[in-house]
């Protein structure tokens, strides 16, 4: 099968199938989408080395006594080890031999086909087409910040950082009722965030105030700088970037204010399906390119063009 491959350069490999192991599954894979981590990946991210992606839908092509077989589905993307003291007490996701798909330890979805575990997947229903379930997996991280951190209708937000996932975050968080200002470097993806109730700015031209929540997801330690500076005290700051650059944070400025700062990761596939089935979500806005796996090299390239929201690579095999 080809497969979009990192060891410290991507490269496109014919690679074998994989095999499932007990209690998982073989997925070919249909589209997989390429996000800000994939991109920290090829900066050294978790020093990750196989097949990368992990944002994806596909359908279940085995085993075939699999009660999955033919089934669509999107998967949860951290496999715990099922022993450890964390998996014991349902903390999968933060399991100690923690592997990740196409992060850390595991080859991801940008290939012809994966495996995964049956209890990671999330089947999708008909109507959802796969342009649309590509994103369940980051949409679901956009509504962890509703976990991470309860916002009350009449909370003030802000989210910082403009990219596909900062937009998620502002649109979920805008279907709580939140009053939420996103700031920005690009007017045309702020101009994506205004139609969904969202008060969008330039980052230089942001009112003054402070907010009781700011969540960072822009992808750089100066989003983080920024959100500190902007969160009332005692608010919180939710920190959604994932990336390979080091923040030299000021015990200060957390202590002397006594603002909460939470991380935030993956989130519920239950509730991501369910919005982009309703349609109280559509992601199409956000979709910049879709190539060929066969291209997969020029979709990392054109990925990491500023600027560019979502890029994604179609899987499936070709004649």
Known sequence: MLALF?????TLKDLPRPEPGPGEVLV????????????QVLKGYHSFKGIMGHEFVG????PEDSPWLGQRVAGEITIGCGVCDHCRRGLAGHCRQRRVLGLKDRDGAFAHYLTLPTANLHAVDPEIPDIF????EPLAAALRVLEAAPVS???????????SLGLQISWVLALNGADVHLAGHHPEHLALARP???DAFLSADLPAGDYDIVVEASGSPSGLELALTRVRPQGTVVLKSTYVDRYPLDPAVLVVPEVNLVGCRCGPFAGALRLLRDGRVDPRPL???TLPLARGLEALTRAQRPGVLKVLIDCRETD
């Open 196 to 198: 969904r109730g969202v």
């Open 6 to 10: 990192f060891d410290a350069q991507p």
């Open 28 to 39: 070919r894979v249909h589209l997989a989408g390429i996000c800000g981590t994939d991109l």
């Open 133 to 136: 379930a590509v994103f369940t």
């Open 59 to 62: 359908e279940v092509a085995g």
């Open 153 to 163: 209708p009449s909370a003030r937000v802000l989210v910082v950082g403009d990219g």
């Open 287 to 289: 979709i910049n390119r």
